[in-house]
């Protein structure tokens, strides 16, 4: 699988620099234009369109939520996201562009393709620098038809790729394709955990991975949740790369400070 380009879905909750940086980083290593769509959140701004819709700033009073000041909040957030994604596309040669659309998440994924590596970050911005809200990309998993790599750390960071293969399927291929790329990018270890009594598996993976200039290992994960776990501690792996849908999934990233790989 060949990525056709590297599109990033931002809003005005996310923070989204990790993200930038790294679709930047694998568009110009794939040689793909990098798209950066910014969602206006219709929600927020239905909110703030009811009569006793508030707002609350640390040390003020309460004050009414209208429907201008949300419009001006998000019309500054999606200039300060255009400005890096241009900025992360210049600093390494590729093609950028920008877009905004108004709707849920999920309308910044409506135009992605099989071939297209989306890249979201997996952060929101810190409230009053001491919580987090959930990431709102989440709810997004199921508009997904290619791989999503939901990104927290900076390109930096050093650690092994570790993939979860469940099965020999085509969704397994495309996140095999997908993970091997991205530790090609970052000359990174991908370690390949296959299910116990899968041996077989070996051979197709390394028939898959045959043109592609990386380090590999295939190894038999543990079938215990907990000591599935301990292993990944231990191989110290700074990228999951996982199927949608599998039991395991909602768990290990929630459990986990590690950038994840999802596909389906």
């Not at 085509?170 to 970052?186: F, T």
């Not at 991908?190 to 070996?202: K, M, S, W």
């Not at 907990?226 to 191989?235: K, P």
Request: contains cysteine.
């Amino acid at each position: 699988m060949n990525i056709e380009r590297v599109v990033v879905p931002l809003d005005a909750a996310s923070d989204s620099r990790v993200a930038i940086e790294t679709a930047a980083r694998l568009a110009a290593r794939a040689k793909a234009p990098l798209i950066g769509i910014f969602v206006e959140d219709e929600d927020l701004l239905h909110l703030a369109s009811l009569p006793f819709a508030r707002q609350s700033t640390l040390g003020a009073d309460a004050e009414p939520l209208t429907t201008e000041h949300v419009e001006l909040h998000l019309r500054v957030a999606a200039e300060q996201s255009r400005r890096a994604l241009f900025a992360a596309a210049q600093r390494h040669g590729v093609t950028g562009s920008f877009e905004i659309v108004r709707g849920a998440s999920a309308s910044a994924l409506t135009a992605a393709s099989e071939r297209d590596l989306v890249v979201a970050g997996a952060l929101t911005r810190p409230i009053a620098g001491h919580f987090r809200v959930e990431c709102r990309w989440w709810s997004s998993l199921d508009a997904m038809p290619g791989p999503f790599l939901l990104a927290q750390h900076a390109w930096g960071a050093r650690g092994s790729v570790a993939m979860l293969l469940r099965e020999r399927s085509p969704a397994s291929a495309r996140l095999l394709d997908a993970a091997a790329q991205i530790a090609e990018a970052a000359d990174a270890l991908l370690i390949v955990i296959r299910p116990p009594g899968t041996e077989q598996f070996d051979a197709w993976v390394a028939d898959r991975l045959a043109d592609r200039p990386i380090r590999f290992q295939v190894e038999t994960g543990p079938a215990d949740l907990a000591a599935l776990r301990h292993r990944l501690d231990e191989l110290d792996c700074r990228l999951l790369a996982i199927e949608a849908g599998g039991d395991q999934l909602r768990d290990l990233v929630e459990r986990y400070a590690r950038d994840i790989l999802i596909a389906r």
